[in-house]
């Protein structure tokens, strides 16, 4: 199992942001499910729309690739007492940099124990020093 951010998930479904990471994490998630904060469909929600309006998809290649996320097996956690701590994510912001939703991924893995899967430069900093970063390889 993983936490997944929306980085590592939209460098296999964007043409433009396919990496040989991304493709690993294609390759894992055909197999096993990953997990990811609630918010992550809005988060993708919000880049979908980024990559519409700069016209670099059409909107029926938007639709086609919104449709294939919410076909994939992620299992999304809310943000409960069970794992989320407004102070702890705090302090992952102060000591990393990060903001509020990417800390909250690292939150979400630290909390089970599982690594995070991120294309995300200062996230995947964050992640590898916590000793939770998944380098691409089972």
Known sequence: MLV???????GFIFADERSDYAMALAEYMQTSPVMAPDFFLIEANNIFQIKERRQLYKQSDINDMQ???????????????LWFQARALLELQRLYGLTSYDALYLLLAQHYQIPLATQDKKLRLAAERENLFWPGTA
Do not use: E, G, P
Request: no cysteine; hydrophobic share 50%; aromatic share 10%.
């Open 4 to 10: 997944v951010d929306v980085s590592a998930v939209f």
């Open 67 to 81: 449709d294939r996320l919410l076909r994939m097996n992620i299992l999304y956690r809310r943000a409960t007492r």
